[in-house]
């Protein structure tokens, strides 16, 4: 897949995408992911109608010291009140087993996510499993560093990201969590590609979070990365808005996710960013396919067009268009966890038919 960091894989338009589905029944939700993207990279389902342990933070908090949830108000939030010391010391012993650059094992395990805080995981490996066969390709997807720490708060309500003690915990965890997903899905899938995602970034360089550092940022996402890399895996950052995606090409990953529906001129206001990408054999995904009501009124020839629109913007910045469609990847715009069922079917849909469409466009059949 790759030589010398130089990633020689080319998706063509390969479809994938984003966690979150509105079924209520894993085993169902599972079979359809893996028919619906049986030619691309399928995905696990994140649940959130099954309840609080399958929200976007919660459903990766096991192991992490001092997170509480507090089930009576339907959220969580991290003591730092209490005498931490010992977890801490326990943590970071677990974590230097696994991850130690030159004496780690490797071994995630400490970092699972049980079947209480995921059904989803299971059921696809359950249904890989009956196959007995590998797939091409597999998706996984962690909640970012970023959205984590800045979403989730203290016992004074003050988001943890500004806790530098537990920042670096939970940048570690949410590693060792990426790690595990790996290489649980290696034994189904040759290819493994891992999301990190990150919907807060949309909101970098606002008011209301003037004081996050560029600089963190991009070392936060760069050390989740570098874990991604060390299991073989590419690494993909998904963010449901505008960003400064430049912090993304810095940070090493390997696939940008961009809401190409509604925001996909913006990544053309970074050119020579995603020439340093493409350079080192990165890839766009295109989320051209809307998450919203809004899918009710597109065709594959519509988004097929608009897609086409972003791509040329992009391409007029003196990028091949060769280039990018050859490096392009078809996802939703975002998740469908809080769509109606058929709608979020639909969505599915489109993207695998969008997928097939752009591949005969360009004759990557």
């Given at each position: 897949?790759?030589?010398?960091?130089?990633?020689t894989?080319?998706?063509?338009?390969?479809?994938?995408?984003?966690?979150?589905l509105?079924?209520?029944?894993?085993?169902?939700?599972?079979?359809?992911?893996?028919?619906?993207?049986?030619?691309?990279?399928?995905?696990?389902?994140?649940?959130?109608?099954?309840?609080?342990?399958?929200?976007?933070?919660?459903?990766?908090?096991?192991?992490?010291?001092?997170?509480?949830?507090?089930?009576?108000?339907?959220r969580?939030?991290?003591?730092?009140a209490?005498?931490?010391?010992?977890?801490?010391?326990?943590?970071?012993?677990?974590?230097?087993t696994?991850?130690?650059?030159?004496?780690?094992?490797?071994?995630?395990?400490?970092?699972?996510?049980s079947?209480?805080?995921?059904?989803?995981?299971?059921?696809v490996?359950?249904?890989?499993?009956k196959?007995?066969?590998?797939?091409?390709?597999?998706?996984?997807?962690?909640?970012?560093?970023?959205?984590?720490?800045?979403?989730?708060?203290?016992?004074?309500?003050?988001?943890?990201?500004?806790?530098?003690?537990?920042?670096?915990?939970?940048?570690?965890?949410?590693?060792?969590?990426?790690?595990?997903?790996?290489?649980?899905?290696?034994?189904?899938?040759?290819?493994?590609?891992?999301?990190?995602?990150?919907?807060?970034?949309?909101?970098?360089?606002?008011?209301?979070?003037?004081?996050v550092?560029?600089?963190?940022?991009?070392?936060?996402?760069?050390?989740?990365?570098d874990?991604?890399?060390?299991?073989?895996?590419?690494?993909?950052?998904?963010?449901?808005?505008?960003?400064?995606?430049?912090?993304?090409?810095?940070?090493?990953?390997?696939?940008?996710?961009?809401?190409?529906?509604?925001?996909?001129?913006?990544?053309?206001?970074?050119?020579?960013?995603?020439?340093?990408?493409?350079?080192?054999?990165?890839?766009?995904?295109?989320?051209?396919?809307?998450?919203?009501?809004?899918?009710?009124?597109?065709?594959?020839?519509?988004?097929?067009?608009?897609?086409?629109?972003?791509?040329?913007?992009?391409?007029?910045?003196?990028?091949?268009?060769?280039?990018?469609?050859?490096?392009?990847?078809?996802?939703?715009?975002?998740?469908?966890?809080?769509?109606?069922?058929?709608?979020?079917?639909?969505?599915?849909?489109?993207?695998?038919?969008?997928?097939?469409?752009?591949?005969?466009?360009y004759?990557?059949?």
């Open positions: 897949m790759s030589t010398d960091n130089i990633i894989f080319k998706p063509k338009f390969l479809c994938s995408a984003i966690g979150s509105p079924y209520e029944n894993a085993d169902a939700a599972a079979d359809f992911i893996l028919s619906i993207l049986k030619d691309g990279a399928p995905i696990w389902p994140q649940l959130s109608k099954l309840g609080l342990n399958e929200q976007m933070e919660i459903q990766y908090s096991e192991g992490i010291p001092s997170a509480v949830i507090d089930r009576e108000k339907g969580m939030f991290i003591d730092t209490s005498d931490y010391s010992e977890k801490f010391a326990e943590f970071y012993e677990t974590y230097m696994a991850m130690d650059p030159e004496s780690g094992n490797g071994d995630c395990e400490a970092m699972s996510i079947e209480d805080f995921s059904k989803g995981i299971y059921a490996e359950r249904a890989l499993k196959r007995g066969e590998k797939i091409p390709w597999f998706k996984v997807q962690t909640t970012g560093p970023c959205s984590f720490a800045l979403t989730i708060v203290d016992e004074n309500k003050r988001a943890i990201f500004y806790n530098e003690e537990f920042r670096d915990v939970i940048v570690k965890a949410l590693a060792m969590k990426c790690r595990w997903q790996i290489q649980k899905f290696k034994s189904y899938a040759k290819n493994i590609i891992c999301f990190i995602d990150e919907p807060i970034l949309s909101a970098f360089g606002s008011s209301t979070y003037i004081s550092k560029r600089e963190d940022v991009v070392n936060l996402l760069k050390e989740v990365v874990a991604i890399h060390a299991d073989g895996a590419l690494a993909g950052t998904h963010c449901c808005g505008n960003t400064e995606w430049s912090i993304l090409v810095d940070a090493g990953v390997d696939i940008i996710n961009v809401d190409a529906f509604n925001y996909g001129e913006t990544i053309s206001m970074y050119p020579d960013a995603i020439k340093k990408l493409f350079a080192r054999g990165g890839m766009i995904a295109w989320g051209a396919v809307p998450t919203s009501k809004e899918i009710r009124n597109q065709s594959v020839e519509t988004l097929a067009v608009r897609l086409q629109k972003v791509m040329d913007i992009l391409s007029s910045k003196g990028i091949d268009e060769k280039q990018i469609a050859e490096q392009a990847l078809i996802t939703p715009s975002c998740g469908t966890g809080s769509m109606d069922l058929e709608d979020a079917r639909r969505v599915f849909e489109t993207t695998a038919e969008l997928s097939r469409f752009m591949k005969h466009k004759k990557f059949n």
